[in-house]
């Protein structure tokens, strides 16, 4: 007896119901440590409001050898006088993904058992949910804008990018340009058009294109270097002109940017200017080697009352960091609810033994540092629904495709990164390899 249509959607239901989360985090080994480390929680709020996150920043400072002076100091308004509260009003990003299966194959999975009709099913949904994880990942350690790297070269058949980006092209994707990093319709080249990728080649670091984005024909301007490049379903939304907020996930980039960054628009609904315990701390590594950058950075949020329990670094710098030393000082460590295991290498600091672990989707020359172990402020996904839902709130669980003999599916994540304390993480920039 063939499989019964609706008992398969059923058992669809059930288990992505019951088992979308461990999907997300344990269906492959893929994982970055960093998203491994955000923990995922359900949220309330969401549909049609922002997520709230209570925070506290700044301290009582009313204290000192002089009574009145102090006491005057804790009965005032100024800063200082008391522990200062906000909050952090998030809003919800979407991330979208679909299943397709040809007709072909389900109708050959309906003539045979449930089992295997909900085998091909899930096949083809776990890849597309994997393919959604793959995106926040990369987020992860972005800064929202979602600019997947800037131009190093372009030719008429190419371009070529930094090895650090690199492993964010797939051949089959639509990419877009833009003049600046945060993606607005000023900065947009040719009116947000969009050039396919045909080929990536990972050791000369170059994306092949379907057509020449050096060409002037026709008005057009010619894609350059230092052009940021987005993918085009990230940078399309953009050509409403909005100008005030990022369209994906919050990263750590955007948490973590340093007490000088001066808020044209506040994050998230505060104003972070020249406030660490806002915005995080940032560590300039010029001149410096990987483990003395890494041991100072470490060294510096001690001093501000953070141990930090890890630091994510790239893989290139992490490499140079473990070149010829010591490898009793690699060490395996556990991230994360479901205690993910990655290989750190061990550098001593004020903090203690502290791991170093690559990420594949931090930048050359970038790391995070910080209280990674603290529940209370360290970075978290939340999201409403389901981590990854179906979309079928009009009772359609799959649609026939209107262009091919094929049905579809539709996914979608409505969630963000929320860091409540960035004051007990910091960001390091402009590492160089001697």
């Known amino acids: ?183 607005q319709l000023a900065q947009l080249k040719n009116s947000g058009e969009t050039i396919a990728v045909t080929g990536v080649n990972p050791n000369s670091c170059r994306v092949y294109l379907a057509s020449d984005c050096t060409s002037t024909a026709n008005g057009r301007t010619a894609w350059a270097t230092n052009d940021y490049i987005f993918f085009a379903a990230d940078c399309q939304d953009r050509l409403s002109g909005s100008t005030t907020a990022q369209i994906l996930p919050h990263g750590l980039k955007g948490w973590i940017a340093g007490p000088s960054v001066v808020d044209s628009v506040a994050w998230d609904g505060v104003t972070r200017n020249n406030q660490w315990q806002l915005a995080g701390h940032e560590f300039d590594c010029t001149g410096l080697e990987p483990e003395d950058a890494f041991i100072g950075a470490i060294n510096n949020l001690f001093m501000f009352g953070t141990k930090a329990n890890v630091l994510y670094c790239s893989p290139f710098d992490w490499t140079a960091l473990t070149a010829g030393k010591d490898k009793s000082k690699i060490v395996q460590i556990a991230v994360g609810k479901y205690e993910m295991g990655f290989t750190g290498f061990s550098v001593n600091t004020l903090a203690g033994a502290v791991p170093v672990v690559p990420d594949a989707y931090i930048p050359q020359g970038e790391f995070n540092t910080g209280a990674f172990d603290d529940q209370k402020v360290k970075p978290k996904l939340i999201y409403t629904g389901d981590l990854v839902n179906i979309d079928n709130r009009d009772g359609l669980d799959f649609r026939a495709s209107t262009t091919s003999a094929s049905y579809i599916m539709r996914l979608y994540s409505f969630g963000n990164i929320v860091t409540p304390g960035p004051g007990k993480f910091l960001r390091g920039y402009a590492l160089s390899l001697s």
Request: charged content about 20%.
């Open 1 to 183: 007896m063939g499989a019964n249509r609706s008992d398969v959607l059923s058992q669809l239901r059930e288990h992505y119901a019951t088992s979308i989360v461990e999907i997300f985090y344990k269906a492959d080994k893929s994982i970055n440590p960093v998203l491994a480390e955000m923990e995922a929680s359900s949220a309330a709020d969401g549909m049609g409001r922002k997520y709230i996150t209570p925070i506290q920043y700044g301290t009582n400072s009313a204290a000192g050898a002089d009574f009145t002076i102090a006491q005057n100091k804790a009965l005032g308004s100024s800063i200082g006088s008391r522990a200062q509260y906000s909050r952090w009003e998030t809003d919800p990003q979407e991330i979208h993904g679909f299943a397709v299966w040809e007709r072909k194959a389900l109708d050959a999975a309906m003539g045979k058992s449930s089992g295997e009709m909900f085998n091909v099913m899930t096949t083809e949904m776990d890849s597309a949910i994997l393919n959604m994880r793959n995106l926040w990942a990369q987020h992860s350690t972005g800064d929202g804008w979602g600019a997947k790297g800037q131009i190093v070269s372009a030719t008429s058949t190419y371009i070529t990018v930094s090895k650090s980006y690199i492993n964010r092209f797939q051949r089959g994707q639509d990419l877009s340009v833009c003049l600046g990093a945060s993606g």
